[in-house]
């Protein structure tokens, strides 16, 4: 595909955000989420379809910001990612009714849909180029970007957020004060990111998603030549070695840790690709797969899914 214009360029950033969303959702069985062959009573299969449809026109808008970067017409911090990040999760609301399917999707993606539109703005793709983009925009970040993404949580209501001491999300006064102190997203994210993993993949210029997530699953790709196989893998990967914070807000940083033993017994008996591992998945699936969710390794597919953003946007087709 020749991307020799801004509309083809965001085009494509959407598509191959959209493809990544569309991937991960399918592929199964990732003990105690949703996929294609399992749903929660309240949030279905279909509800995370009907988001990423939702969401792909913000992460087109993304990608025009990103073009303007480029060109130099606006300045890294005038791309305005919290007003991204609002507005895709005001569609996301709007397109389906199982509550909240990608809030932690769409704070990956959302940066990474800028950091791509800039980085074909500028000539060949490369993941490098794309890393380094995405780190300016991230730390370029305002306080109406945190104010818009404090609405964004508003509007989502995500579960076992639990209680902070210093600008917590559930405290109305809280955008105020950010507002008034002059407290950056990117700010807000360094205060979260001892026990949250999407914040620390903001601060910490995505590490599990480009320096664990990425090579494992582009390995996986070549040795199994299965992308359903090769997304799993990664799922369990990444749940193998960085507890899930989704689990250790609910319930605590101890039962993380245990889950995160089971995801790494699974792969040792050889996951998918062998019969012991596939029965020890099943079993670690029904362990995990509680009413309550509060086993859910949901942060892990979240950074899953942006793994599968930069192999797409690096040319990976199913």
Known sequence: MSLTSP???????????????????????????????????????????????????HFCYGAKRGILVSA??????????????????????????????????????SPISVAAGMTYT?????????????????????????????????????????????LDVTDPTSKQKILYEKVTLFDVFKMSSGYDSIASEWVNNYSITFDLGYPYFSRQLKETNDINTATVHTFLKILSQIPD??????????????????????????????????????????????PAHKLSPGTTADIVTAVLAVSILSGYRP
Request: proline share 4%; glycine share 8%.
């Open 7 to 57: 509309l083809k360029i965001s085009e494509h950033v959407s598509q191959c955000l959209q493809l990544a969303i569309l991937l991960e959702v399918s592929a199964y069985p990732k003990p105690g989420n949703v996929h294609r062959t399992a749903d929660f009573k309240e949030t279905r299969y279909e509800h995370f379809l009907a988001s990423a449809v939702a969401v792909a026109p």
């Open 72 to 109: 130099g017409k606006i300045g890294p911090d005038k791309v305005g990612v919290g007003e991204v990040i609002k507005n895709a999760v005001t569609s996301m609301n709007e397109w389906q009714q199982g509550g909240n399917t990608l809030l932690g999707a769409i704070m990956l993606l």
């Open 122 to 166: 500028e000539g060949l793709f490369s993941v490098t180029k794309l890393r380094e983009n995405m780190k300016m925009i991230v730390e370029s970040t305002t306080p109406r970007d945190a104010a818009a993404v404090y609405d964004a949580i508003s509007i989502a209501k995500p579960k076992g957020l639990g209680n902070v001491s210093k």
């Open 245 to 290: 914070s989704f689990i250790a807000r609910k319930v605590d940083l101890a039962k993380a840790r245990e889950v995160s033993n089971q995801a790494k017994l699974v792969l040792e008996k050889g996951g998918l690709a062998t019969p012991a591992g596939r029965s020890q998945l099943r079993r670690f699936d029904k362990e995990v797969r509680d």
